[in-house]
C-alpha cells in the first residue's frame, strides 16, 4: 500500500524499506545467487607475521569440483590495495602481516568443495617476530611491518598545537594527569562482508557488494585487475549494517579476479562470522595520555595529549581515524594552550578501520573522564564545569578553529542541569538496594561532520520526471541501515510534492548514480541531501515552467505540483506528470546538482598530510549524555538503567530516524562501555565469534531519553547536521563516570567488566 | 547430506539406534548443531527424540514429579506443578538462553551436555535430582551427582537413554535462590552461578541449607563444609563472611576467556553474601 500523503519535513515519514525488510523481499548483497553460480573463498594465515616461503596448491586443484585456484601470480595488476595509503595485499605476495590476510583464493562449484580445497592449500610460512603494542613498535629495534615504510613502524603522525610553551602549565591551579586504554570493538553487522560478481558478455565487470563506497571500490578494484575504472560496475544495494566496517574493500578485489577466471558465471563470495572477525577491520584500540590544567574557577588553561593508535597491519583509513582523535582530542571546550600529538601505527594486530565515531569514540572516552577528575579535584560541579568551558559559536575549538557553524553544546547542557534525571539524582542514589551502589555520571560530546578540508566532501545528485510521471531520485550515498534512502524520498517528495507512491528510488549504482563519496563521516544527509534539494529546485522549476508554457499561463506562479499532477490553481486545470512528461524531452526530465560541503580555512597542523587526512573540519554536532548506573558491590555487575542524550544535530527531518540513530548509537557505546572485550593475544584473536565476544541483547539495554535540541545550521539541508556518529562517543564516558561516582575508584582500561569493577571496588574498601 | 531420523516411540528409536549404532541423538539441537557446524562432533546420520512422546512433558506422581527428557525449558517455565514445587529451577530456567533458545533446548540436553555452566543443574543438584537411563531392554535410576562425571563426560553407555528426571517434592525449604552471573543479561554462559535452598525459621536462623554452584569446577560443586557453617546460625553478614571465606577456598576455578579463576574465586564466595535479603 503505497502512503498517499505529501512528506512534510518535519514528521515522521515511514521508512521505504521498512516493509520489503520486514517481509524479507528486500535483496542485499548476500542475497544475489543466480544459476551456474560458483563459490569463492580464501585462504587465511591463522599466523599474525611470517615470510612466505612457498604455496602450493596443486593439491587443492586436484579437488573435485574446484574450478581455480588462484595466488597473488594471478593478480593481473598492483596488487595493492588501500583508500588512502595502499599498503594491503589483495593475496599475500611477500609476508603474512595479521592472522587475517588472505593467501589463495579458490573457486569453486560448491560450497563444500571450496571448504575442502581451501583445507589441502599448503603454505610454507616462516614465523616472524611480531609487534603487537603500539608503543613498543615504536621502540627501536621493533620488529617491523613494512620493511619500506621509512617511517619505521609509523604510518601517520600528527600534532597540532597552541598557544604558549611549558610555562603555562604554572599558571594552572589544578593538573590531572592519567592514561586510559580503550579496546578494539567489532562492528558485528547482522550481514557478514559478501558480494556477487560477474563478467558480462560486453566484459564489463559487475560487483554487488555490500559497500558503503561503491565509486571508491571502483578505483581501487580497477588497478587490481589491471583495468579501467569504467570497465568495473559496482552496485550497492541497502547493506545489513555496516557502521564503518564496509567503507573500504572487503570482498571486492577478491570478487572482481574470481569472475575474470569464472568463464561469464556468476560468483558468489560471504564471509562466515569467524571470517569477519578474523578478516574485517576494527575499532582502533588507543592508549591515551593526558594531562589537563585549569584555573581554580575551572576555566581550562592547557592541554598535553599523546595518544597511541594501532592500525593493525594496514592503512586502512588509520591515519584519518589518527588525525580526527587529535582534533576532538580536547573535547568540546575552549583551551587556550594545547599540544594535541597523536601516532598512528602498525602492528601484527587485526586491522584497524573505519567505524562510526572514528577516533572519537575513544578521545571522548579519555577527555570526558578527565573532566570528571578535574571537577572532583576543584570540588565542581560537572555540568557546570562543562558549562563554563564549553564552546559556542564564533569560540576557537581545541585546535584554533574559529567555529562558524551553528553550536549548541551550552542549550544541551543547560537542558541535562534541568532535567529531572539530573535534578533528582541524589534521591535516585540514595534510593539503591542492599548490596547495590548506584551513580549518575555525564559526557559532553562534539562530533565533526564530513571529510575535512582536502578530500573534496561533495555529492551529485539526480532527480527525474519519468515518462510514467513518477519522481525518480537516484541515491548516490548507500543507505546502510540507517535510513538516508527514505530520507532522499522524503527530500524530494516534500520539494515536488509527490507522495511516496508517486516516487520510485534508485541505489547507489555506479552506471546508474551520481558520485555523491561515501555512506560515512556523518555526511550522508548533509552533503546529499544539499544537493538533492538543488537538483528537485531545478526539476520542479522546469516542470512549472513547461506546464506554464503548455497551458499558455501568464508564468509558474499559477501552477502548483501535487502528487501525480500539475495543478493550474486559477483555472483548476489539471496535467497529470505523466502526460506533462511526454512534452519534455529525455534530458529536460532529468535534472542534477552539485554540493560541496564548506571547509575550514585554517592550518592547525604544521604537515600538509594531517591536512590531507581531514584535520580540520569545520562543522560539528553537539551532544550531552547521561548514564544512571547501578553497581553490584558482590559481581562488579554494572547494569545502565537509565540514559538520557541530549543532541544538537541541526534540525530534524525524521523524528524517528533521527531518534534510532541516537538509539542505535547509545546501544553500540554500552557494549564498548561495559561487555565488548575484544581480546587478541600475539595478534590472535580469542575472542573469535559471537559466543565470546559479547555485544548487547534488548536486555541489557535501558530505556533510553532522546532529546533534540533544534537547532538551525544554516549551511544544512532544511537546517540539519550529521547524527549517524555523535550520540557513539558518549557512553563510554558517561557510563565510565557514574561507575566511579558509584565505586569511589575508577579503571583506566575499557570496556568495564564485572571483573574489572570488581577489582577497583576491592582496592577502594 | 546428512540424514535425520525422527522416530515417534521408544520402539523405533531402539531400532533405529540398532541400525545405526554411530547415530548422534538429539533433542532440541541447540548444543549439538552449535558443535556440528564447528566440526567439534561428525555425524553422519541424527536422531532427533523431540516427537517421542514418552520423552515429553511434567507428570505429578505425588511425592515425586518425573520429567520427560525431551521436554522443553519453555514447557517447564509454564508448568504449574514445577512452579508450584520447584520455583529454584523456574529461576534458573528463566535465565537459561534467550525465549527461541529456551524454545527448543530441553532438560534432557542440558543434563547429558553435562556442562559445569548448565543452568538447570546447580537446582537440580541441591534438589537431588534422579535420572532415568534407558536402553532396549532395561533401564535404571541413579542420583544425577553419579550420572555426571565431568565436563561433558555422563555415565551413559552406548544405546542408552537418558528417558526424565526425577525429583522429589520437599516442604523443607521457605527460601529457593539462584543465581546467575553472566558476561551480559540474556545469552550469558554461567561464570559463576550459585544455587541455595534455605529452610529460615521466624527468628532467621538457617534450618537446613544445600548449596551448588555452578562454573567453579569439572562439574557442579557442592561443600558439605560451607553448609554446615551455616546450618543453625543466624542470617548474618558475620555468618555468610565465614561461609563465603570456606567457599572461595572449597571452589577450583579455571580462568577462561570469560573470567579468571580468581575473579570466580571470589564472586562463589560473595553470591552467599546475598543470602542477607532473607534474614529476619
Ligand atoms: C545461543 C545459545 C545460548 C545458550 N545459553 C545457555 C544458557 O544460558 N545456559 C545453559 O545452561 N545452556 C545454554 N545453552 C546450551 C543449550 O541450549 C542447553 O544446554 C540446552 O538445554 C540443550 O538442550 P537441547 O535439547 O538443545 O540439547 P541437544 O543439543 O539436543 O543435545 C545436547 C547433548 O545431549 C544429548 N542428548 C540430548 N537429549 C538426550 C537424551 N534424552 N538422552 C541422551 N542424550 C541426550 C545429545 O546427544 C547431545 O550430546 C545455549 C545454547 C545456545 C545455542
Same mark, same amino acid.
Given at each position: 500500500m503505497p502512503d498517499d500523503r505529501i512528506p512534510q519535513i518535519g514528521v515522521v515519514f515511514p521508512r521505504t524499506d521498512a516493509l520489503t525488510k520486514v517481509r524479507g523481499e528486500e535483496r542485499f548483497a548476500a542475497d544475489y545467487y543466480g544459476?551456474?553460480?560458483?563459490?569463492?573463498?580464501?585462504?587465511? +594465515?591463522?599466523?599474525?607475521?611470517?615470510? *612466505?616461503?612457498?604455496?602450493?596448491?596443486?593439491?587443492?586443484?586436484?579437488?573435485?569440483?574446484?574450478?581455480?585456484?588462484?595466488? @597473488?601470480?594471478?593478480?593481473?595488476?598492483?596488487?595493492?590495495?588501500?583508500?588512502?595509503?595502499?599498503?594491503q595485499p589483495v593475496l599475500v605476495d611477500d609476508k603474512v602481516r595479521h592472522a587475517g590476510d588472505a593467501l589463495a583464493l579458490v573457486l569453486a562449484e560448491s560450497k563444500s568443495a571450496l571448504a575442502a580445497a581451501l583445507k589441502c592449500i599448503m603454505c610454507e610460512l616462516e614465523p616472524l617476530p611480531g609487534v603487537f603494542d603500539p608503543e613498543q613498535a615504536l621502540a627501536d629495534g621493533a620488529p617491523l611491518v613494512h620493511e619500506d615504510n621509512p617511517e619505521g613502524n609509523i604510518l601517520l603522525k600528527a600534532e597540532v598545537k597552541t598557544g604558549g610553551d611549558e610555562s603555562v602549565w604554572d599558571e594552572c591551579a589544578a593538573v590531572i594527569e592519567a592514561c586510559?586504554?580503550?579496546?578494539?570493538?567489532? @562492528?558485528?553487522?547482522?550481514?557478514?562482508?559478501?558480494?556477487?560478481?560477474?563478467?558480462?558478455?560486453?566484459?564489463?565487470?559487475?560487483?554487488?557488494?555490500?559497500? =558503503? +563506497?561503491?565509486?571508491?571500490?571502483?578505483?581501487?578494484?580497477?588497478?587490481?585487475?589491471?583495468?579501467?575504472?569504467? %570497465?568495473?560496475?559496482?552496485?550497492? /544495494?541497502?547493506?545489513?549494517?555496516?557502521?564503518?566496517?564496509?567503507?573500504?574493500?572487503?570482498?571486492?578485489? #577478491?570478487?572482481?579476479?574470481?569472475?575474470? @577466471?569464472?568463464?561469464?558465471?556468476?560468483?558468489?563470495?560471504?564471509?562466515?562470522?569467524?571470517?569477519?572477525?578474523?578478516?574485517?577491520?576494527?575499532? !582502533? /584500540?588507543?592508549?591515551?595520555?593526558?594531562? #589537563?590544567g585549569a584555573k581554580t574557577d575551572g576555566t581550562l588553561h592547557a592541554i598535553d595529549v599523546r595518544l597511541y593508535l594501532d592500525t593493525g597491519p594496514y592503512d586502512h583509513l588509520g591515519g584519518a581515524v589518527m588525525t580526527q582523535a587529535v582534533e576532538h582530542s580536547g573535547g568540546p571546550y575552549r583551551i587556550p594552550h594545547a599540544r594535541l600529538r597523536g601516532w598512528s601505527v602498525y602492528t601484527n594486530n587485526p586491522i584497524g578501520g573505519a567505524f562510526r565515531g572514528f577516533g572519537v569514540v575513544q578521545v571522548t572516552a579519555a577527555m570526558e573522564q578527565m573532566m570528571d577528575l578535574l571537577a572532583v579535584k576543584l570540588g565542581l560541579d560537572p555540568v557546570q564545569l562543562? $558549562?563554563?568551558? &564549553?564552546?559556542?559559536?564564533?569560540?576557537?575549538?581545541?585546535?584554533?578553529?574559529?567555529?562558524?557553524?551553528?553550536?549548541? *553544546?551550552?542549550?544541551?547542557?543547560?537542558?541535562?542541569?534541568? !532535567?529531572?534525571?539530573?535534578?533528582?539524582?541524589?534521591?535516585?542514589?540514595?534510593?539503591?538496594?542492599? *548490596?547495590?551502589?548506584?551513580?549518575v555520571g555525564l559526557a559532553a560530546v562534539m562530533h565533526a561532520m564530513g571529510y575535512g578540508t582536502v578530500v573534496p566532501d561533495v555529492a551529485n545528485a539526480q532527480v527525474e520526471l519519468t515518462l510514467e510521471g513518477k519522481i525518480r531520485v537516484y541515491s548516490g550515498v548507500v543507505d546502510m541501515g540507517q535510513g538516508n534512502a527514505a530520507t532522499n524520498l522524503q527530500i524530494a517528495g516534500s520539494i515536488l510534492g509527490q507522495a511516496p507512491g508517486q516516487m520510485e528510488l534508485v541505489q547507489p549504482d555506479t552506471d546508474r548514480t551520481? /558520485? %555523491?563519496? %561515501?555512506?560515512?563521516?556523518?555526511?550522508?544527509?548533509?552533503?546529499?541531501?544539499?544537493?538533492?534539494?538543488?537538483? &528537485?529546485?531545478? #526539476?520542479?522549476?522546469?516542470?512549472?515552467?513547461? +506546464? %506554464?508554457?503548455?497551458?499558455?499561463?501568464?508564468?509558474?506562479?499559477? $501552477?502548483? $505540483?501535487?502528487?501525480?499532477?500539475?495543478?493550474?490553481?486559477?483555472?483548476? =486545470?489539471?496535467?497529470?506528470?505523466?502526460?506533462?512528461?511526454?512534452?519534455?524531452?529525455?534530458?529536460?526530465?532529468?535534472?542534477?546538482?552539485?554540493?560541496?560541503? /564548506?571547509?575550514? =580555512?585554517?592550518?592547525? +597542523?604544521?604537515?600538509? =598530510?594531517?591536512?590531507? !587526512?581531514? *584535520?580540520? @573540519?569545520?562543522?560539528?554536532?553537539?551532544g550531552a549524555h547521561l548514564a544512571m548506573v547501578e553497581v553490584d558491590e558482590l559481581t562488579g555487575a554494572v547494569e545502565v538503567q537509565g540514559y538520557l542524550a541530549i543532541t544538537d544535530s541541526g534540525r530534524v527531518l525524521n523524528p524517528q530516524t533521527y531518534e534510532q540513530q541516537i538509539h542505535g548509537g547509545i546501544v553500540q557505546g554500552l557494549g564498548y562501555a561495559l561487555s565488548e572485550d575484544f581480546r587478541v593475544a600475539d595478534g590472535r584473536i580469542q575472542t573469535s565469534d559471537l559466543a565470546t565476544y559479547i555485544i548487547p541483547t534488548a536486555m541489557d539495554v535501558p530505556e533510553m531519553l532522546s532529546i533534540p535540541v533544534e537547532i538551525n545550521e544554516p549551511t544544512g539541508p532544511f537546517g540539519l547536521k550529521g547524527v549517524g556518529e555523535v550520540a557513539m562517543n558518549g557512553p563510554l564516558p558517561a557510563v565510565a563516570n557514574a561507575v566511579a561516582a558509584a565505586c569511589g575508584g575508577r579503571c583506566f582500561s575499557f570496556p568495564l567488566t564485572s571483573e574489572r569493577v570488581l577489582q577497583v571496588m576491592t582496592f577502594e574498601s | 547430506m546428512r540424514e535425520v531420523f525422527l522416530p515417534r516411540t521408544l520402539d523405533e528409536l531402539w531400532d533405529l539406534l540398532r541400525r545405526r549404532p554411530e547415530a548422534v541423538i538429539y533433542a532440541g539441537g541447540t548444543d549439538v548443531l552449535v558443535k556440528l557446524r564447528a566440526g567439534l562432533i561428525a555425524a553422519s546420520s541424527l536422531i532427533c527424540l523431540e516427537r517421542i512422546e514418552d520423552l515429553q512433558g511434567v507428570r505429578d506422581q505425588g511425592d515425586e514429579v518425573y520429567i520427560g527428557a525431551a521436554t522443553t525449558h519453555r514447557t517447564l517455565l509454564a508448568d504449574p506443578v514445577i512452579q508450584e514445587h520447584f520455583p529454584i529451577l523456574i529461576q534458573a530456567l528463566s535465565v537459561l538462553g534467550s525465549p527461541p533458545v529456551r524454545n527448543m533446548g530441553t532438560i534432557g540436553?542440558?543434563?547429558?551436555?553435562?556442562?559445569?555452566?548448565?543452568?538447570?543443574?546447580?537446582p537440580l543438584y541441591v534438589l537431588d535430582a534422579e535420572v532415568e537411563v534407558r536402553w532396549s531392554d532395561g533401564a535404571k535410576r541413579l542420583p544425577l551427582s553419579q550420572f555426571i562425571l565431568g565436563p561433558g563426560k555422563t555415565s551413559l553407555g552406548p544405546g542408552q537413554l537418558l528417558a526424565g528426571v526425577w525429583l522429589r517434592k520437599s516442604a523443607d525449604y521457605n527460601v529457593h535462590h539462584f543465581e546467575k552471573v553472566g558476561q551480559r543479561k540474556a545469552l550469558a554462559i554461567a561464570v559463576v552461578s550459585l544455587a541455595a535452598l534455605l529452610k529460615v525459621s521466624d527468628s532467621g536462623r538457617i534450618d537446613q541449607v544445600r548449596l551448588a554452584w555452578g562454573s567453579v569446577g569439572p562439574t557442579v560443586m557442592r561443600s558439605g563444609e560451607v553448609e554446615s557453617a551455616l546450618e543453625g546460625r543466624v542470617i548474618s553478614r558475620e555468618t555468610l563472611d565465614q561461609a563465603a571465606a570456606l567457599a572461595q577456598t572449597a571452589v577450583s576455578p579455571i580462568d577462561d576467556i570469560r573470567a579468571s579463576g580468581a575473579y570466580r574465586r571470589t564472586v562463589a564466595g560473595n553470591l552467599l553474601l546475598r543470602l542477607i535479603n532473607y534474614a529476619r
Open positions: 544459476r551456474d553460480l560458483v563459490w569463492a573463498g580464501v585462504k587465511r +594465515a591463522g599466523i599474525p607475521h611470517a615470510r *612466505l616461503k612457498s604455496l602450493d596448491v596443486d593439491q587443492a586443484r586436484q579437488v573435485p569440483g574446484v574450478i581455480a585456484v588462484l595466488t @597473488h601470480r594471478d593478480i593481473p595488476g598492483e596488487n595493492r590495495q588501500g583508500v588512502v595509503r595502499k599498503d586510559f586504554e580503550t579496546p578494539h570493538q567489532e @562492528h558485528c553487522f547482522l550481514e557478514t562482508e559478501s558480494g556477487w560478481a560477474k563478467v558480462e558478455p560486453d566484459g564489463k565487470i559487475v560487483i554487488v557488494a555490500s559497500t =558503503q +563506497a561503491p565509486f571508491r571500490d571502483r578505483t581501487e578494484v580497477a588497478p587490481v585487475l589491471g583495468q579501467d575504472p569504467t %570497465s568495473i560496475r559496482v552496485i550497492a /544495494p541497502y547493506t545489513g549494517g555496516a557502521f564503518g566496517g564496509k567503507d573500504g574493500i572487503t570482498v571486492q578485489s #577478491l570478487l572482481g579476479l574470481a569472475a575474470l @577466471h569464472a568463464q561469464g558465471r556468476p560468483v558468489k563470495m560471504w564471509w562466515d562470522r569467524e571470517e569477519s572477525f578474523v578478516a574485517g577491520t576494527k575499532r !582502533h /584500540p588507543a592508549r591515551m595520555y593526558y594531562r #589537563l562543562r $558549562l563554563k568551558n &564549553a564552546v559556542r559559536c564564533g569560540d576557537k575549538n581545541c585546535v584554533g578553529v574559529t567555529l562558524t557553524g551553528s553550536a549548541g *553544546l551550552e542549550e544541551c547542557l543547560e537542558k541535562m542541569a534541568r !532535567h529531572p534525571y539530573w535534578q533528582n539524582r541524589q534521591i535516585w542514589i540514595q534510593a539503591a538496594g542492599s *548490596l547495590k551502589r548506584r551513580g551520481l /558520485p %555523491s563519496g %561515501s555512506a560515512s563521516a556523518s555526511r550522508c544527509t548533509y552533503t546529499f541531501g544539499n544537493a538533492l534539494i538543488g537538483a &528537485a529546485q531545478a #526539476l520542479k522549476e522546469r516542470i512549472l515552467q513547461r +506546464a %506554464s508554457d503548455l497551458l499558455m499561463a501568464a508564468g509558474p506562479d499559477e $501552477l502548483v $505540483l501535487v502528487s501525480g499532477l500539475v495543478r493550474r490553481v486559477t483555472t483548476g =486545470q489539471d496535467i497529470p506528470l505523466a502526460v506533462l512528461a511526454k512534452w519534455l524531452t529525455d534530458t529536460e526530465r532529468i535534472a542534477v546538482y552539485r554540493f560541496r560541503a /564548506p571547509v575550514a =580555512q585554517e592550518r592547525p +597542523a604544521k604537515d600538509e =598530510q594531517v591536512r590531507l !587526512h581531514g *584535520l580540520p @573540519h569545520c562543522i560539528f554536532s553537539y | 540436553g542440558n543434563v547429558v551436555t553435562a556442562s559445569p555452566a548448565g543452568d538447570t543443574l546447580p
